[in-house]
């Protein structure tokens, strides 16, 4: 067997593994009734800032978490503290995206039944990421507008499966020359029909709909 | 074996393949007289538009060419064309970094012995490309204004090996509010004693210290 074959088959285990862990990740959040969202993006794009104003924005009734993955350092989970969510800090050590079996060791620091939002804010990286399912409800990519335009078409992976796109860091949109158009053509080539909301966590452009978004999906949840 | 043990264990035998074809690299870079310089970063940090604009400001004595890995599309090779240098894009169909057996294959469109200059433009990503050595002689990884100060305590593995970090887009740093000292002291313990030049292609900063560090390189080279 060639080594490249032998990768492909370990990493088909591996991914079949993750599958199921996801899917018994998935029955547990539906079980506990919560509603659970991957944040992916690039290492800078805005995860922990979108989560910081996320967090104090959020109404008082909704109960919210963190899993924050991160090569090295507990910078985000730190940042992330003192806003009255429970947060749990992966340290993955090197592994470049979160995976099912971490975030199911991290639940056992969380009552999940005390829960209705489960944010899973990914390692920073456009690529690893979108091939690990973590059972969650949503998917949620950011694209900063730093980042460039054709991003969307150079890490379709990441863009393919997002049930949301953020257009993050709006509010430099003009100092940075980004191409609006530009961006939203490559999105909609990359992710048709996926909706996408432009957001600064800075000056709070965007962020009422980003919160109604995630207050509808908390909607769908208590439905029947 | 468990799946994890197993995962190490080809990925070793991948990481010890990748090496001993990059020393068959280096090698020949060396009898070309060629200095290769594997260029690092997050995607959208700039690495494209840095080389587009030290294609155009290279002394015409500096014969250059670039191989470019990007996930999908040859929007970065198509970008750098037109330029004077030879350009080689490689799609790595989905891999998260380029490695040595790409590089090699990539070489067969160069004519090694006639450049003095060969940058290897990475897969826009601060985790993977970090193990593999693509036989350069010099690796520069890049840190934008917009990512955050603590991006190189966060991304050890990728700043511990540079033996150059450009911060890019200094334009905009006001602008974003990019916090200098945080980041020069990040840079400073994830990578102790590397030099760090502050650089923006839009505006030129910085650009002609960055020159002056290639021909530095150049001038090695041509010493016995």
């Not at 993750?18 to 991957?38: C, D, T």
């Not at 969510?85 to 039944?113: F, K, N, S, W, Y």
């Not at 100092?175 to 600064?200: K, M, N, T």
């Not at 919160?211 to 769908?220: D, T, V």
Request: proline share 4%; with cysteine; net charge neutral.
């Amino acid at each position: 067997m060639t080594d490249s074959l032998r990768t492909i088959r370990v990493q088909e285990a591996l991914l079949s593994k993750n599958r199921s862990i996801a899917e018994r990740l998935r029955r547990r959040f539906q079980e506990a009734g919560v509603q659970a969202v991957n944040l992916l993006s690039s290492p800078g794009s805005g995860k922990t800032t979108l989560l910081e104003r996320t967090l104090s924005s959020l109404s008082r009734n909704t109960r919210a978490a963190v899993i924050v993955g991160d090569l090295a350092t507990d910078n985000d989970g730190r940042r992330l503290a003192g806003k009255g969510a429970p947060i749990v800090q992966i340290q993955t050590g090197g592994i470049c995206h979160l995976d099912a079996a971490m975030v199911e060791r991290a639940l056992a620091g969380l009552d999940l039944p005390s829960l209705d939002l489960l944010f899973l804010e990914n390692v920073g990286n456009l690529v690893c990421p979108s091939a690990y399912d973590l059972g969650e409800a949503r998917r949620v990519v950011l694209l900063s507008v730093t980042e460039g335009e054709d991003k969307p078409l150079k890490y379709p992976s990441a863009f393919r499966k997002a049930d949301l796109v953020l257009i993050t860091k709006a509010d430099i949109a003009a100092a940075v020359e980004f191409q609006r158009e530009a961006a939203l053509e490559g999105l909609r080539r990359a992710a048709p029909g996926v909706p996408i909301l432009e957001v600064s966590a800075r000056t709070g452009q965007g962020m009422e709909a980003w919160l109604g978004w995630l207050e509808s999906l908390l909607r769908q949840e208590a439905e029947p």
